[in-house]
């Protein structure tokens, strides 16, 4: 399994690696299936799976809900909860509340938090109370109304001085990596120079440790104008509809179900054709075609 230590050393070795966010089990079971070394179970489920304008709705509750699924799925990647807007900003006693909450129920191996400043001792007070914190610094959503919107960060002098400080502080602080989300390429590459944590770009060019996208992006199940940062991999709204479009037509045509798909009273020369097990049942083999199960592998 991929851990905290694993994902430092991959700096170390000049390892370049992805992260992806995961919201639910079947998403998580294909994406740990191929390799991916961190699931990231995102506030962004709040746009991408409940509907909402922005992820400041998203619950804490919600985002255990989602963190259950996923890490029911996973087996071999770290696993990262997003702790969602108002879940660490009253106190450092609520961070320390919401923060293991992630990991006791949500089966989480570490916690996302967005900003420097304040979270600065969140994080130190986390880290020493074993839970491993991912930063988050740039376009930080949870700040959208104060950013004017999903704005490009730190393209002032001012600006990048700022995040380049509080990255520092981070690292200083704990933290075990940094997502820097929405910055200029230029100012990505200093402070990934700058740290020996490593750094997750998502909209931060190519400088970065590692990169990060919404699973919905790269599958191409978001419609519209992608963002400039978002390469889809996939096409599949487009096959979703396809399929629907399909099963609809199959019917209202009557050619769905056909006979491969439904079930009949067995006899020995039907369905259960063979020699009978030794008790008079049917063959293990027939026995589960007949099964209805869903999700098996």
Do not use: C, W
């Not at 191996?109 to 130190?124: D, F, Y």
């Not at 179900?257 to 079930?263: F, I, V």
């Not at 020995?268 to 589960?288: H, I, L, R, V, Y």
């Amino acid at each position: 399994m991929t851990t905290v230590l694993d994902v430092q050393r991959f700096k170390e070795e000049g390892r370049r690696f992805a992260m992806l966010t995961a919201y639910d089990y079947l998403s998580a079971q294909i994406l740990d299936e191929a390799g991916i070394p961190i699931l990231l179970v995102g506030d962004s489920l709040g746009m991408v799976m409940l509907g909402y304008p922005t992820t400041l709705p998203v619950t804490l509750d919600e985002m255990i809900h989602h963190a259950k699924a996923v890490s029911r799925g996973s087996r071999h990647a770290l696993l990262v909860g997003d702790m969602p807007f108002m879940s660490y900003h009253q106190s450092v006693e609520q961070a320390i509340a919401s923060a293991g909450r992630f990991l006791q129920e949500g089966g989480m191996h570490a916690v996302k938090v967005e900003g420097g400043g304040r979270v600065v001792e969140i994080t130190r007070r986390l880290t020493e109370l074993g839970i491993p914190v991912m930063g988050h610094l740039g376009l930080t959503p949870q700040f959208v109304h104060q950013m004017g919107g999903f704005k490009v960060q730190g393209k002032t002098d001012a600006q990048a001085a700022r995040i380049l400080a509080d990255a520092k502080e981070l690292e200083q602080a704990g933290a075990f990596s940094l997502v820097l989300e929405g910055v200029p390429s230029g100012l990505a590459g200093r402070v990934t120079k700058a740290l020996r944590i490593p750094t997750i770009g998502i909209g931060a060019g190519p400088q970065t440790d590692g990169q990060v996208l919404v699973f919905h992006d790269i599958m191409g199940m978001t419609t519209g104008k992608a963002p400039k940062f978002v390469k889809r991999y996939a096409s599949l709204a487009d096959d979703i509809a396809r399929a629907a479009h399909q099963f609809s037509d199959d019917v209202r045509t009557g050619t769905f179900p056909g006979p491969e798909h439904s079930y009949s009273n067995p006899t020995k020369s039907e369905d259960f054709a063979g020699t009978p097990a030794a008790n008079g049942s049917a063959p293990a083999a027939e026995t589960a075609h007949e099964e209805v199960k869903y999700g098996a592998r």
